[in-house]
């Protein structure tokens, strides 16, 4: 009998113990987990992990864009791309140029993309061995002869030189560049400077080197008193207000103004037009290459040439139409010149051309 009774006092104090570990409804006890002091100790987080292959950090971002339509593109890369801080400078392509050269002989290029006017612009930065190769899945839509064929570069859009006349004071629009320097057209045109844009001095290596134009096409322009201002904008305002009857410019900037109600027609003149592409690229050594690839695919993606043509550009590339008031590529005579030999003569073009008009 006393065994038993024994038996029953250590089970009981067995039940005890155990009971005495635990709460009631299943709790823990009030000194489990517990810190001194009785405060209770926070359960520990891992921070979620971010994806690799998301790219993020700043962006540094060159171009000669108008500052509206970088903003817009900014802000539509930032919505695909939130973690991505862009970080933008813009001027005139000469001016951004000048600038790279400086970085670049300081020792270090501070761009990682680079969007400028046109192709010998970046086959300048090619020669100098300044641009990354990255051929972006996004070049299967866009032509093959607006690529570089080493992935240093490729067109964005396409921007044709045109003809704009003011319509209040031009009744009958011209079909020829030869409008310029016509007579009645003494004193009322206006062109940007080969200085300053890029487009512009493109422009002057295609005339030049164009049969009917040569040289002689830009000493007839000077004898007409065809003014030079520092870029395309300025030149369209000029037309716009009526300062000036005609101007050389780029066709999506004659579009825009008149889409606003601005007196103003864009002509593409039966002998052909110089056509830029506004490449972008990737610079050697980017300090976020990951960033910048993920730039250039959406630049060249079809929602960023949906962008592209609801700003006002003719898309470069396929299956997206061109904005309302501009031709595409296939609808208008090009007139062009080998790139390489337009990038050998540049500065030489524009000696010329400062030669003739004394700038």
């Not at 830009?218 to 037309?239: D, E, P, Q, T, Y």
Request: charged share 25%; aromatic share 8%.
């Amino acid at each position: 009998m006393r065994l038993l009774k024994k038996g029953s006092l250590l089970v009981s104090l067995t039940a005890l113990l155990v009971f005495s570990g635990c709460g009631t409804s299943g709790q823990p006890a009030a000194n489990q987990g517990a810190q001194p002091g009785g405060k209770q100790e926070p359960a520990k987080q891992e921070a979620p992990k971010q994806d690799a292959n998301i790219p993020s950090g700043k962006l540094t971002f060159y171009t000669s864009q108008p500052e509206d339509d970088v903003t817009k593109l900014v802000a539509a890369f930032n919505k695909k791309y939130p973690d991505v801080k862009v970080e933008s400078f813009r001027s005139g392509t000469e001016e951004v140029t000048a600038k790279l050269q400086a970085e670049n002989q300081a020792g270090k290029v501070q761009a990682d993309v680079l969007l400028l006017a046109d192709a010998v612009t970046f086959e300048g930065l090619k020669k100098q061995n300044l641009l990354a190769s990255y051929k972006s899945p996004e070049l299967a839509k866009v032509p093959k002869d607006l690529v570089d064929p080493d992935g240093a570069y490729s067109g964005t859009k396409v921007m044709a030189t045109v003809l704009a006349v003011n319509t209040q004071k031009v009744k009958t629009p011209p079909t020829s560049w030869k409008a310029l320097a016509a007579a009645e057209s003494k004193d009322a045109g206006i062109m940007p400077s080969p200085l300053y844009s890029g487009a512009a001095a493109y422009n002057v290596g295609v005339f030049s080197r164009t049969d009917g134009f040569g040289w002689d096409f830009f000493k007839s322009l000077k004898a007409n008193n065809v003014s030079v201002v520092k870029g395309n904008g300025a030149v369209l305002n000029a037309v716009a207000s009526g300062e000036k009857s005609y101007g050389m410019v780029v066709d999506y900037l004659v579009a825009r103004e008149k889409a606003k109600g601005s007196p103003v027609e864009l002509v593409y003149p039966s002998e052909g037009v110089p056509v830029i592409t506004e490449p972008i690229g990737i610079l050697k050594n980017a300090a976020n290459e990951k960033a910048a690839q993920a730039f250039v695919d959406f630049v060249l993606s079809e929602d960023g040439q949906k962008l592209a043509s609801s700003i006002g550009y003719t898309p470069i590339r396929e299956g997206v139409e061109a904005p309302k008031g501009l031709k595409s590529i296939n609808q208008f005579k090009v007139i062009s010149s080998e790139i390489s030999k337009l990038t050998e003569a540049r500065e030489a073009d524009k000696k010329q051309f400062t030669s003739v008009f004394g700038q």
